[in-house]
């Protein structure tokens, strides 16, 4: 497993942006497919995107596509999400997670960040 610590949460007005950042302390940062997750109040938690160990692909869930932006820098160990345009309803506790490449289980968790957006 992995430890991953994320960062970059905070409280924003609608239409605005921020950016969570999630470290990873392992030396093969590059074998695992990272995603963000996020969970609001009486929801479940939704995979919202993920992006693969070179950072060549990315899935959207639909509702933040054009929105937010996932991407990794595999030297600093860290994986990105670039939120814009925020909207009342991406307000959550956003986790990253790491899978192995061959996995299709995501097994590793950082303790997650609160998103706020205020309407």
């Known amino acids: 497993q992995v430890q991953l610590v994320e960062s970059g949460g905070g409280l924003v007005q609608a239409g605005g942006s921020l950016r969570l950042s999630c470290a990873a302390s392992?030396?093969?940062?590059?074998?695992?497919?990272m995603g963000w997750f996020r969970q609001a109040p009486g929801k479940e938690r939704e995979l919202v995107a993920s992006?693969?160990?070179?950072?060549?692909?990315?899935i959207y869930v639909d509702s933040v596509k054009g929105r937010f932006t996932c991407s990794r820098d595999n030297a600093k160990n860290t994986v990105y999400l670039q939120m814009n345009s925020l909207y009342a309803e991406d307000t959550a506790v956003y986790y990253c997670?790491?899978?192995?490449?061959?996995?299709?289980?995501?097994?590793?968790w950082g303790q997650g960040t609160q998103v706020t957006v205020s309407s």
């Open positions: 392992t030396r093969t940062f590059s074998v695992y497919v």
């Open positions: 992006i693969n160990g070179n950072g060549a692909s990315t």
């Open positions: 997670a790491a899978r192995p490449i061959m996995s299709a289980t995501y097994n590793s």
